[in-house]
């Protein structure tokens, strides 16, 4: 299980030493990395444009599955701010102490919906019955996937359909298979669906088939950069970084 988990963390090494090699500017600015699930790729990456121009810092974002975002924290990974698509991984952080819970917020919800290639026949949610490949995030790393699965558990169409399960290493890959029509469909969130115009949703699942889709944020405990993390946190819960959010699809939490 430790080999497994060191050959989690070489993707986000690898992209720290990327980002490591680029042109220094003359006056070093600051630096923080902020690990974030893969959904939420176009909004933070609009927003890390936005703090840049205000304030003399650098953004660096590692997105992927919160699963093995996750992982590469336990393992050490220098990140100094964690935004899960999941409240389990998240839990279990803060129950290891790294995260703690008073410099973490639930900050934006979504929902799940079943997706096709823009040229599909599908046109309900019971069309599923007869598609041969349908894509999920792995459901053991990957939120979307988890929820997913509950999703097609709880309406007893999972061990029907188990045989037909295309899995993906993140949220963005199953869009990416649905794009390409590699797969008849697929479960993603809602978000991440009106990102693109080469699919069509098909419809919404239910949110009482799965177990809420909350999206915490937190900073990391053994930051090195606590008070540029904690400007960014607060950052991320101001007004025009949750206008930017609910402009992306997402809901923000009460």
Known sequence: MQTRYRYLLLPFLLFMLVGCTSTESVEKKSEITISAAASLKNVLEEIKVNYEKEYQITINLNFAASGMLSKQIEQGAPVDLFFSADEQHFANLVEKG????????????????LIAPK?????????????????????????????????????????????????????????????????????????????????????????????????PVGIVAKTKHFKESEKFFDYLKGENSLKLFEKYGFKVVD
Request: proline share 4%.
């Open 98 to 113: 790294m995260l703690k819970k008073e410099d973490t917020a639930p900050l934006l919800r979504n929902e799940l919906v």
């Open 119 to 215: 040229e599909s026949t599908m046109s309900a949610f019971n069309d599923i019955h007869h598609i041969n490949k349908l894509a999920i995030g792995i459901p053991d790393t990957v939120p979307a996937g988890q929820y997913a699965k509950e999703a097609l558990e709880n309406l007893n169409l999972w061990q029907d359909i188990e045989g037909k399960i295309i899995t993906a290493k993140d949220v963005r890959q199953v869009l990416s298979y649905v794009e390409t029509g590699n797969v008849d469909a697929g479960i993603v969130y809602k978000t991440d669906a009106y990102t693109t115009d080469k699919v069509k949703v098909i419809a919404t699942i239910d949110l009482s088939l799965h177990s809420p889709i909350i999206y």
